[in-house]
């Protein structure tokens, strides 16, 4: 089961204005770098990590205002078991692979579904996560499936440019409407509305946003599969010459994952089933 | 269409981005751009006429609510307009059992009357503007002639005032163009809103931005070009000789 891209990455680096004198900066401390023979995967001791916030129940602000989510707790205890000390960034999601490349921060740990395209631009480790995506319609629908002939001139949500966005756009642009929202709350309200007649979200997502009041439900199977479209789960970024630390976090996650911390925060955040566990909701 | 589209195929060279599909997408993107904004302009050039007539009356009950509703339509941004034309309305009580309910529910019904009231708050100060700045013998000549101000607006102030404003008003519409590139954010697949897919599925910002960037420049230079005609006919008495 995974999860799309939320919102879509934007691609590149960021464009930035470089004054002569950085540009002489930058040059002279690359041939210092380069004399001392010392190659630029550093080695870090502190590792900022950016993270989009809210996405309930990945990461959020609980009404204290700490920071709480599965990703937060699981980044923790990595970078424990890594002995590396951990700072959480905050940044947007559009920014956030350029905020990668820039320096900002040293990984990003946000819900982030590994895929081709990110891949030529960061590298990831292993996938953490595999979440679902799920049909959700109002507990009321008329709808008695989500085959093509279900969902026939059926006005569709999805938040654009995510996984599911590519994967109803291909299986059924040619017999449905497809509405795209810039975020999954607008998705919400317009099934609340009733312009939506099924939703199409990450299965986390869609629980958090619907399921709570008894008002929708889920449709059909939750979904992990077909490949090409719901990829690999998600995965923590790095730039792509940070190999050593990738390689620290993949080796911490493995250890997690045999101890059992892994499946205790797992526990905290999700049922058995990859569905969100009562106490991580909002 | 369609198979205009298909006989271009050969000469995509099988690009990754710009494929028939993809053409068909921005296609549908500009005719809705299209749609949106050249309804939206006659139906709020036809408020505006009126609103601006009234703006300038002695009335000041009339003149005053008239400023109020420019005011808050200038005042706030467009886009929270549209949200709360978008979502707003199909929140009132009784929104959706009510026969308007199918007009709401379509997104671009909401975008039109946002883009409309919005349009038709510019374009009656634009005129008013014009109204305002009537040459003060042009009127005492029409009042010396006998007309009764009905007759005078329609035959002295309006043909005169609105062949002024015309060279604000061709800013107007290109705004409106430009300010269109929102109702993506109701769901319209409008230019920006099929670039945006675009971009999304391909992770390609460039090509499906300049693309449209380039479309919206086609269409503004076809409305300046349309309001030069324009001027050119209408205004040839103030044409420096």
Not at chain 2, 75 to 102: D, K, N, V
């Amino acid at each position: 089961m995974v999860i799309i891209q939320r919102r879509p990455g934007a691609p590149g680096g960021p464009f930035k204005r470089e004054t002569m004198m950085k540009r002489l900066l930058t040059v002279s401390l690359l041939g210092a770098a380069i004399a001392a023979g010392s190659a630029q995967a550093r080695d870090y001791d502190t590792v900022r990590i950016g993270v989009d916030i809210p996405y309930v129940p990945m990461e959020y602000r609980t009404p204290s205002g700490e920071l709480a989510g599965f990703d937060i707790e699981l980044g923790n205890a990595l970078c424990e078991q890594a002995e590396l000390k951990c700072n959480w960034v905050e940044q947007g999601w559009d920014g956030i692979i350029p905020g990668l490349m820039s320096r900002k921060f040293d990984a990003i740990m946000s819900s982030m579904t590994i895929n081709d395209e990110r891949r030529q631009q960061v590298l990831f480790s292993d996938p953490y996560l595999v979440p679902p995506s799920a049909w959700f319609a109002p507990s009321s629908t008329q709808m008695a499936g989500v085959e093509s002939s279900d969902l026939k001139d059926k006005n569709i949500g999805v938040q654009r440019g995510t996984v599911q966005d590519s994967y109803v756009t291909d299986k059924f642009g040619d017999v449905a409407n497809i509405q795209r929202y810039a975020s999954a709350d607008d998705v919400a309200v317009d099934m609340e509305t009733g312009r939506l007649d099924i939703a199409f979200l990450d299965y986390p997502t869609g629980q958090a946003a619907l399921l709570k009041g008894g008002k929708y439900k889920t449709m059909g199977e939750l979904m992990t599969e077909p490949k090409e479209y719901f990829g690999d789960g998600f995965g923590i970024a790095f730039r792509q010459r940070d190999k050593a630390l990738a390689e620290k976090f993949n080796e911490a996650l493995a250890t997690l994952k045999s101890n059992g911390t892994y499946d205790e925060i797992h526990d905290k955040y999700f049922n058995e089933d990859g569905t969100n566990a009562p106490q991580a909701q909002e | 269409m369609q198979e205009l589209l298909q006989s271009l195929a050969p000469w995509l060279n099988d690009n990754a981005i710009f494929t028939p599909s993809t053409l068909a997408q921005y296609w549908e993107g500009f005719v809705n751009t299209v749609q949106l904004v050249f309804i939206s302009l006659v139906l709020g050039l036809f408020l505006a006429v009126p609103l601006a007539i009234g703006r300038a009356s002695p009335i000041r009950a009339i003149s005053k609510s008239i400023w109020l509703f420019t005011w808050v339509f200038r005042g706030t941004p467009l886009l929270i307009q549209l949200y709360i034309a978008y979502y707003g309305l199909a929140f009132i009580p009784g929104a959706r059992e009510s026969i308007l309910w199918p007009l709401i529910k379509d997104p671009l019904y909401p975008a039109l009357l946002a883009f409309t009231l919005n349009t038709a708050a510019y374009t009656t100060e634009i005129f008013y503007g014009a109204i305002k700045a009537m040459p003060r013998g042009e009127l005492e000549a029409a009042r010396a002639y006998g007309m009764s101000p009905m007759m005078a607006y329609r035959r002295i102030i309006l043909p005169s005032a609105l062949r002024r404003a015309l060279p604000a008003y061709g800013n107007e519409v290109i705004f409106m163009l430009h300010a269109s590139a929102i109702a993506s954010v109701v769901t319209i697949a409008d230019l920006t809103g099929v670039a945006y897919n675009i971009y999304a599925r391909f992770y390609a910002p460039f090509s499906a931005f300049i693309f449209v960037a380039v479309c919206y420049m086609v269409l503004s230079f076809s409305i300046q070009g349309l309001f030069r005609l324009l001027e050119k006919r209408m205004l040839a008495h103030l044409q420096p000789r």
